[in-house]
């Protein structure tokens, strides 16, 4: 049974990540036990898990919705990431030691490489999957090396959200560069082993993508990109289409 939880956990938490269920959808619990082959009951456990984390929104009589992300949950997720991010930033750069470094600078130019794809082929979804990872593992890696336990855990629930964790689609031209151009310099940062210019650089680097998303969200449609509606008030199967989101 624990074994059967974890696979619909893993399974349904991953789908809300990457958009596979867009934000404020219907997952029914049906489908998820046939897909995984498993009873219902595991998927159900995996959605208690899943709303302790705030990922899901559990309505009786009604099911399983994504937690819909209105601008306040947007403001308040990138006021505790610039705190917690930018004092990661500042330990890591007393911390990280050449191997750190190096990992840093490779992925680095590899979200360059792919960047430079994306802009080349004018395809919006080219390259974006290997953004997203490897600058979740950027990110990782600086709030890994500050040692501080705890602030990795706190770290790992704020960045693992669907606003964070999807692609860079939204990205123009412009904010790719100057996003690939902040991870530059909080590696020069590093090198030089200056907190205070570590943090300078990091909180810039989320304030910037915390507007690109508000930019984006402005410029929506009405009931597009921006806070939506309790899943309550929505048809139970409605589909919509999935948020873009936050690159950082």
């Known amino acids: 049974m624990v074994a059967a939880e974890d696979r619909a956990y893993q399974a349904i938490r991953a ?14 619990a049906g489908g998820i036990a046939a897909t995984l082959g498993i009873s219902r009951t595991p998927v159900r456990e995996a959605f208690r898990r899943l709303h302790a984390e705030g990922l899901l929104t559990l309505i009786a009589n009604r099911g399983a919705y994504v937690t819909p992300w209105t601008r306040a949950d947007l403001d308040e997720l990138f006021s505790l990431r610039v705190v917690l991010e ?6 890591a750069a007393g911390r990280l030691d ?3 470094l190096r990992q840093l ?3 680095a130019e590899r979200m360059e490489e792919a960047s430079d794809v994306r802009v080349a ?6 390259g974006l999957q290997t953004i997203m990872t490897l600058n979740a593992e950027f990110h990782r890696t600086i709030v890994g090396a500050s040692g501080n336990r705890r602030l990795t855990m706190i770290m790992s629930t704020l960045v693992d959200t669907p606003l964070i964790m999807r692609t860079f689609a939204i990205y123009a031209q412009a904010d790719l560069r100057r996003s ?5 310099e909080l590696i020069a940062a590093f090198e030089a082993r200056d907190a205070d210019w570590a943090a ?8 910037a993508a915390h507007q690109v998303l508000l930019r984006t969200q402005r410029a929506a449609p009405a009931g597009e990109g921006s806070a939506c509606a309790h899943p309550a008030a929505k048809p139970a199967r409605t589909k919509r289409r999935a948020l873009p989101s936050v690159a950082d």
Do not use: C, K, Q, Y
């Not at 082929?121 to 080219?126: A, E, Q």
């Not at 690939?180 to 530059?184: G, I, T, V």
């Open 15 to 28: 789908a809300i990540i990457d958009g596979t269920h867009a934000n404020g959808a219907h997952i029914d």
């Open 86 to 91: 930018s004092h990661a930033a500042a330990i």
């Open 98 to 100: 050449e191997a750190g």
């Open 105 to 107: 600078r490779s992925l």
């Open 121 to 126: 082929r004018h395809v919006p979804s080219s």
């Open 180 to 184: 690939m151009a902040h991870h530059r």
């Open 200 to 207: 300078s650089v990091m909180r810039s680097h989320l304030h």
